[in-house]
């Protein structure tokens, strides 16, 4: 069983940055891993994933120039987020899939941490 862990969130002012982290641990071979957030009262939605060797990332237009996905190593993986806005507050989930596409959908993840807040003020 894959057990994934994130890190990194909390409180900063509009602007500001934040960097999360999210560990693999398991037996799993895990091929890509993506950030998903949701807002009190939205549905969860797709923030940016990576391939396995990190060649290949995609990124939800919203955090597009802002935000920067990293894999660091086979099992880890990292988001920049710069100059946070209010509207990037919510809770922050990592995701990791066996198979071998990138994807928006949540349902095409396997494996999901049990999420960190992330908090923007005005």
């Known amino acids: 069983q894959e057990q994934l862990v994130e890190s990194g969130g909390g409180l900063v002012q509009a602007g500001g940055f934040l960097r999360l982290s999210c560990a693999a641990s398991?037996?799993?071979?895990?091929?890509?891993m993506g950030w998903f957030r949701q807002a009190p009262g939205k549905e969860r939605e797709f923030v940016a994933t990576?391939?396995?060797?990190?060649?290949?990332t995609n990124y939800a237009d919203s955090v597009k120039g802002r935000f920067s996905i990293f894999r660091d190593n086979a099992s880890g993986m990292s988001l920049q987020m710069n100059n946070l806005q209010p509207a990037d507050t919510a809770v922050y989930y990592c995701?990791?899939?066996?198979?071998?596409?990138?994807?928006?959908?949540?349902?095409?993840?396997?494996?999901w941490g049990q999420g960190t807040q992330v908090t923007v003020s005005s």
């Open positions: 398991g037996a799993v071979d895990v091929y890509a």
């Open positions: 990576i391939s396995r060797r990190g060649g290949l």
């Open positions: 995701a990791a899939s066996t198979r071998e596409m990138l994807s928006r959908m949540p349902d095409r993840y396997d494996y």
